[in-house]
Each structure stands twice: as structure tokens, then as C-alpha cells.
Nanobody, 114 residues
């Protein structure tokens, strides 16, 4: 499974950004996709996860501000990030699980200036 993420960039606090991720390869094995992020000096953390049954789970820190979606037919997941805060700054990684194995995209930088 290969994951390619798009989007990210620099935005002022209060602004919005959209991330997208496209999966390719052994996509039939994928049952869960999601987004994680890693801020400088911190561990990677979950942002949103999209289950195969359509259920989406968000980190408490982004609830009400981030909205994600999964299009299984196009093998994509998206994340609309609104009301961004400086603490949302970090590298955002697309993630997928297939046959119990984790796959990661390269990551895309999101920087929110105050």
C-alpha cells in the first residue's frame, strides 16, 4: 500500500486547510484509514480515523474544528481543518491498516502562525 498526501502549507490562526490522501497498491486489504500528526518535539498522535463501516473518530483537540471523510471507491481520505490554531502545527501523516499492518505516507507540513 502506498499513500500520497496532498495539501498542507502555511496559514494564519483561524484559517482553514484541506488535506487529501490517495491510497494505491493493495488497496483491497485496507480496512482503516486516518490522519496522524507530529508536532516538533512531541510524539505522533491521532487526529482522525475512518473505519470501514463509515465511523469516524476524532481526537478531542480537533473535535468541532476538523471534518474528515473517506471515499472508499476512490481510495481517498480528506481532512478539512478549520479554525486552525498554532498548536495544530506539525507534520500530518496519512495512515492505513491492511491485513493488520500499518502503512504511512511521507507526511505534509502544516504551519499555523499566530
Amino acid at each position: 500500500v502506498q499513500l500520497q498526501a496532498f495539501g498542507g502549507g502555511l496559514v494564519q490562526a483561524g484559517g482553514s486547510l484541506r488535506l487529501s490522501c490517495v491510497a494505491s497498491g493493495s488497496i483491497s486489504s485496507i480496512n482503516v484509514m486516518g490522519w496522524y500528526r507530529q508536532a516538533p518535539g512531541k510524539q505522533r498522535e491521532l487526529v482522525a480515523v475512518f473505519g470501514s463501516g463509515g465511523r469516524t473518530t476524532y481526537a478531542d483537540s480537533v473535535k468541532g474544528r476538523f471534518t474528515g471523510s473517506r471515499d472508499s471507491a476512490r481510495n481517498t481520505v480528506s481532512l478539512l481543518m478549520s479554525s486552525l490554531k498554532p498548536e495544530d502545527t506539525g507534520i500530518y501523516y496519512c495512515n492505513a491498516y491492511g491485513y493488520g499492518l500499518p502503512y504511512w505516507g511521507r507526511g505534509t507540513q502544516v504551519t499555523v502562525s499566530s
